[in-house]
């Protein structure tokens, strides 16, 4: 079922004390509060069976942030969706911008992630979004059906059910820049009847569509007022609780 989610992406911020005592922060602060929304946060690998073990996971899922395209063996320095799934994560974020452009993602190689992290119980949150370049060339949309058709489109409708998207504008992760309501909406509702043409209505209507790029305190209700946006991922403002809370109680 589509469900409102606020997701935190740390990246590669915090040591593992710093990160134990911000999840038990946000932990406190859900604490006898009612949210409209789910509330995950991205931790960095090492952080995720550590902050799993601190924290009620029922109120503050865990994710990490990647995982090997590989089920196990030989491959140096990875970690598999099945040791993810181990330490009580619930969810991993996919395709995420930087992993694409830093460490050359290919649709392939996420296509595979995809299918590991859905054998192995985890809820991917997979990210797409278009460079400043492609939107400035009006191909945003369709750069954002292409991602979205390369990794996700040979899963069975029951499969794809499972997944949340998060639709990242590249210009506007970390630059302070925020796609307007009005844009994020529109691509919203682009994604959601892509899905609708290729699954049907049921399966779109049912997607969480988040949309992340310096969302913050100040733009969350008004991009959350928007019928296709389900929620946001959030990088920077994910990284004090002060910052990330008022994104929560934006629902
Ligand atoms: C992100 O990295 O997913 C992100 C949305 O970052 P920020 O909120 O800092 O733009």
């Known amino acids: 079922m589509r ?28 604490k006898g509060k009612t949210v409209k929304c789910d509330v995950v946060i991205g931790t960095p690998y090492i952080h995720l069976a ?5 924290i009620d996971t029922s109120r503050v899922g865990v994710a990490a942030q990647n995982c ?27 395709g995420h911008s930087e992993r694409r452009a830093y460490y050359h993602e290919t649709a392939e190689t996420l ?6 992290a859905l054998a192995n119980g985890l809820t991917p949150i997979f990210c797409i979004g278009e460079v400043l370049e492609e939107r400035e060339s009006e191909k945003h949309f369709e750069v954002v059906k292409s991602q979205i058709a390369a990794s996700l ?14 639709y990242e504008p590249v210009w506007a992760i970390g630059t302070g820049k925020t796609a307007t309501a009005a844009q994020a909406q529109e691509m ?7 899905l609708a043409e290729k699954y049907g209505q049921v399966v779109a209507d049912n997607t969480s569509i988040l949309y992340g790029g310096s969302a913050n305190a100040s733009n969350a209700k008004e991009l959350f007022s928007n019928p296709d946006v389900d929620g946001g991922l959030i990088g920077g403002a994910s990284l004090a609780v002060d910052k990330f809370m008022p994104i929560i109680e934006a629902f």
Do not use: P
């Open 3 to 30: 469900k409102n989610i606020v997701a935190g992406n740390w990246k590669m911020n915090k040591n593992l004390q710093e990160g134990i005592a911000l999840a038990k922060e946000l932990n406190e602060a859900l």
């Open 50 to 54: 550590g902050v799993a073990d601190s």
């Open 68 to 94: 090997a395209d590989k089920e196990l063996g030989a491959y140096t320095g990875e970690v598999s969706a099945a040791m993810i799934a181990s330490t009580g994560a619930k969810y991993v974020i996919l």
């Open 111 to 116: 296509k595979e992630k995809v299918t590991l």
């Open 153 to 166: 489109f040979d899963l069975a409708s029951e499969d794809f059910g499972k997944i949340v998207l998060a």
């Open 188 to 194: 919203h509702a682009f994604i959601r009847s892509t």
